[in-house]
Every structure is written in structure tokens, then in C-alpha cells.
């Protein structure tokens, strides 16, 4: 089992709707969560953190963790052409050092 | 202000080469990471400085990969006698703290696209 697993995808949704991304984690000395989108060809860009259970919104993002079920997703309300890219996943255990990330998910939002 | 700075951008070197990496962090930043991204593959950790403390290079692949960090700040990893299995990108990132939440968040460089041919 890997460390932090998510669908691989392609996840497609058309323009507008919402887009909903999960992520999995083994370890449950996980204490930090990250997403990042990643575009072709380019370094990841921090999307949300989050360290508590429950929703963090920033804008058209929200983030949840539920550490109990060992899962963290991400919706995208109001998706735009642009918010296609990889999403990944990473999670940091407690005390570590190092980000744990999944493979990625790869989004395309349909005009 | 100004983000995480990596050269050189792209490099293609032939294979039994040695090469260096930059990094130059974000400042103030007082953690940095390695990163290896090979196509189709996750982000790979490979090694993290803090701070003047004793690096942590558990995840190199083999003896054959180093990397220091110089006055706290710059970091060059070097990959001696190069293989082909170690095209990929490799991203360095800063962190402001490592052990408090929210500090702790790692921002991205863009990378050094590395091609042994």
C-alpha cells in the first residue's frame, strides 16, 4: 500500500461545477496536509494546508480532513478552464521532516 | 518577494558526468529540501537541511548523489559518474520552520529539468 494514494484520473468536469479530488494516507502519525497543482512543465504551487479535521475554505477551495478515516479532498467550486493541472497530495508526519506525496490527479475542466 | 531560484534551468549531460544543481532559497527560510521528480513518477524526497543541524539523506538513492548547504543559505546537490536512470526533474524547496504547523509550509522552486543521455 502506498503512503499516500489518489486517482490518478484524468478527472474531467465541465466549466462551472465542482471538482472534487480525494486523497488517502497510511500513516496515521500524519499531522500536516498539503495540496499542490502542478501545470505541465512546471514546479508545484501550494493550493491549501491544513491540520485540523474539518473544512478550510479560501475562496474557491475547500479543503477536509477527516484524520479518523485517514482522507483529505479538495473541492474546486466554480471550476475554470484554468484550474486544469496535476493536484497533488502531500502529508507530513509529525516530527518529520520530509512531504509524502501521492502520484497526482489530473484535472481537465471542459469549456 | 522573491521565491525559490534553481540553475540551471534545464541541463543534458552524458552519461559517467558529474553534476552540480543550485538552490537558492527563499530568505529567511531556515529549512530546504530536495526533490526528485522523474516522469510518471511522484515527488521523491531526497535530502533536507536545517538550519546548522546534521542533514537528514535518507532519502539518496546511492552514494553516488551529495548535496551541502553553505552558510545556511545555498544548497548545490551533485550527482557523480551520472546514469540515465537519473534524468528527472529535481525541485528544491524551502520551508520558514519545520516543526511548528503552518510554518512548516515547503514552497517550490521551478526546478532543474536533468537529461543524461
Known amino acids: 500500500q502506498k503512503e499516500v494514494e489518489q486517482n490518478s484520473g484524468p478527472l474531467s468536469v465541465p466549466e462551472g461545477a465542482i471538482a472534487s479530488l480525494n486523497c488517502t494516507y497510511s500513516?496515521?502519525?500524519?499531522?500536516?496536509f498539503f495540496w499542490y497543482r502542478q501545470y505541465s512543465g512546471k514546479s508545484p504551487e501550494l493550493i491549501m494546508s491544513?491540520?485540523?479535521?474539518g473544512d478550510k475554505e479560501d475562496g474557491r477551495f475547500t479543503a477536509q480532513l477527516n484524520k479518523a478515516s485517514q482522507y483529505v479532498s479538495l473541492l474546486i467550486r466554480d471550476s475554470q478552464p484554468s484550474d486544469s493541472a496535476t493536484y497533488l497530495c502531500?502529508?507530513?508526519?509529525?516530527?518529520?521532516?520530509?512531504?509524502?506525496f501521492g502520484q497526482g490527479t489530473r484535472l481537465t475542466i471542459n469549456p | 518577494g522573491a521565491g525559490v531560484s534553481q540553475s540551471p534551468s534545464n541541463k543534458v549531460t552524458e552519461k559517467g558526468k558529474d553534476v552540480e544543481l543550485r538552490c537558492d532559497p527563499i530568505?529567511?527560510?531556515?529549512?530546504l529540501y530536495w526533490y526528485r521528480q522523474s516522469l510518471g513518477q511522484g515527488l521523491e524526497f531526497l535530502i533536507y537541511f536545517q538550519g546548522n543541524s546534521a542533514p537528514d539523506k535518507s532519502g539518496l538513492p546511492s552514494d553516488r548523489f551529495s548535496a551541502e548547504r553553505t552558510g545556511g543559505s545555498v544548497s548545490t546537490l551533485t550527482i557523480q559518474r551520472t546514469q540515465q536512470e537519473d534524468s528527472a526533474v529535481y525541485l528544491c524547496?524551502?520551508?520558514?520552520?519545520?516543526?511548528?504547523?503552518?510554518?512548516?509550509?515547503?514552497?517550490f522552486g521551478p526546478g532543474t529539468r536533468l537529461t543524461v543521455l
Open positions: 491544513i491540520y485540523s479535521n
Open positions: 502531500a502529508v507530513k508526519r509529525q516530527g518529520a521532516q520530509k512531504l509524502v
Open positions: 530568505s529567511g527560510h531556515t529549512a
Open positions: 524547496a524551502s520551508s520558514l520552520r519545520f516543526m511548528a504547523p503552518s510554518t512548516d509550509t515547503q514552497y
Open positions: 500513516d496515521r502519525g500524519s499531522q500536516s
